[in-house]
């Protein structure tokens, strides 16, 4: 995080709140919430992300027309998504409206009552976005990879669920899910703006002190590991796409910035990435080419996706291994390693100067880890790198260690 001045709290009911001062005129406040796919029940997939998207459609006061005007009208909005462990419920609006959007939050999680009329009409609007992700097989391999490399875990299932899972949900299943998971010790007010930390603390006690629900959770158990796989699924497209992946450790891990400056050069954002380079600048074998590193409380994984032709697929799978397997036998030199840590540095700081990303980086931060992590941390640790930890980074995501899916 580019802004280091932060400040935390915790309210009597044990819901703790981070602000992080800011000088603009636009203020972001919401929720951070420690519940996602992985804790439904196996009979309720897609609880998660559907609780996400009608949570909006009533309270005990407010009907949804009510609900997307309240931010709407003072020039503000009203955003949330689901992953496999989290959800964030978060308002962007003019700074003077940080009561309004307060007081309207905490109503959504207080006292949402998920009229059933509503949430037939929104249970089609969630099928339909999960067809639309069926017809991008880009997006919709990341899915089916993660299905089978977490297959027979709380993981190994779609965030939206399927249609016969989102047939079965009721409004009684919508609240006893806010009752059992959006709960005080599980969940972090955050602020981004410029208001004095003593006003979001009373704020937040305000609107949120009356919370008293216990706080109950869905057992996570840690994925068993699937041995390495390789399939091939047959789609209608003249483009090919494969996702190749590993797994990794959790979020916790003192490996994590090894691997992620590894993955940086593997097939980060810079068009100098090593796969970028060898498959798509010098062979034109692919349209595209990029890693990423995706970390949980207890796993991770690091996925390497390529699109290109279907006679490009077997040789762009050579490159990438031979790659890899350089990485894992034969250390960077010194020089490589400076000017790789020096481009990390860099693109850390150019992402970070979006006030959206550290408003959302610091409640993620605070809710899984008990602390904001501060910037100077991060590259500290970068800093300490040698080619050594990144050489045993590499091991783990040998070849052999990899599984690879292909839809074509």
Same mark, same amino acid.
């Given at each position: 995080m580019s802004q280091e001045t932060v400040f935390t709290g915790t309210l009597s009911n044990g819901l703790r709140v981070v602000h992080v001062p800011g000088k603009g005129a636009v203020t972001y406040c919401g929720l951070a919430i420690n519940a996602g796919s992985r804790d439904e029940d196996p009979d309720k997939w897609g609880l998660a992300h559907f609780v996400e998207h009608t949570i909006f459609k009533g309270t005990t006061h407010r009907r949804s027309w009510h609900i997307i005007n309240r931010m709407e009208t003072v020039g503000g909005e009203l955003n949330a998504y689901t992953t496999k462990e989290g959800t964030m419920l978060y308002s962007i609006f003019p700074g003077e409206h940080l009561n309004r959007a307060t007081e309207l939050i905490a109503d959504l999680v207080i006292n949402s009552v998920f009229p059933e009329a509503e949430l037939e009409r929104e249970r089609e609007v969630v099928m339909d976005e999960a067809d639309s992700y069926r017809d991008t097989p880009s997006e919709a391999i990341y899915d089916?990879? @993660?299905d089978l490399f977490f297959a027979g875990s709380q993981?190994?299932?779609n965030i939206l669920g399927t249609e016969e899972h989102l047939r079965r949900i009721t409004s009684a299943h919508c609240r006893a899910y806010l009752d059992n998971l959006y709960v005080p010790l599980n969940m972090v007010f955050f602020v981004y703006g410029n208001h004095p930390f003593d006003a979001v603390m009373r704020l937040a006690e305000r609107h949120f002190g009356a919370m008293t629900h216990p706080t109950r959770r869905t057992e996570r158990i840690v994925p068993p590991v699937v041995e390495p796989f390789r399939k091939v699924i047959a789609i209608d497209?003249?483009?090919?796409?494969?996702?190749m992946g590993a797994r990794l450790f959790g979020l916790d891990d003192e490996r994590r910035y =090894?691997? &992620?400056?590894?993955n940086n050069i593997l097939g980060g954002p810079g068009m !100098?990435?090593?796969? !970028?380079?060898q498959m798509r600048e010098r062979r034109g074998m692919v349209y595209t080419v990029e890693s990423n590193m995706s970390l949980l409380t207890d796993c991770g994984m690091l996925q390497i996706y390529f699109g290109?032709? =279907?006679?490009?697929? @077997?040789?762009?799978l050579r490159i990438i291994e031979r790659t890899l397997t350089q990485l894992a036998s034969s250390p960077i030199s010194q020089?490589?390693?400076?000017a790789a840590k020096k481009q990390y540095k860099g693109q850390l700081l150019v992402a970070s100067d979006s006030s959206e &990303?550290? =408003?959302?980086? &610091?409640a993620k931060s605070m809710l899984y880890r008990g602390y904001v992590v501060p910037s100077k941390e991060t590259i500290e640790h970068i800093d300490a790198l040698t080619p050594q930890h990144l050489l045993d980074a590499a091991a783990l995501i040998a070849p052999e260690r990899c599984s690879v899916l292909t839809m074509q």
């Open positions: 089916d990879f @993660e993981l190994g299932h497209s003249h483009q090919s796409h494969t996702l =090894a691997m &992620a400056l590894l !100098n990435s090593l796969l !970028n380079v290109c032709d =279907a006679h490009h697929v @077997e040789p762009s020089r490589q390693l400076d &990303a550290i =408003a959302l980086s &610091a």
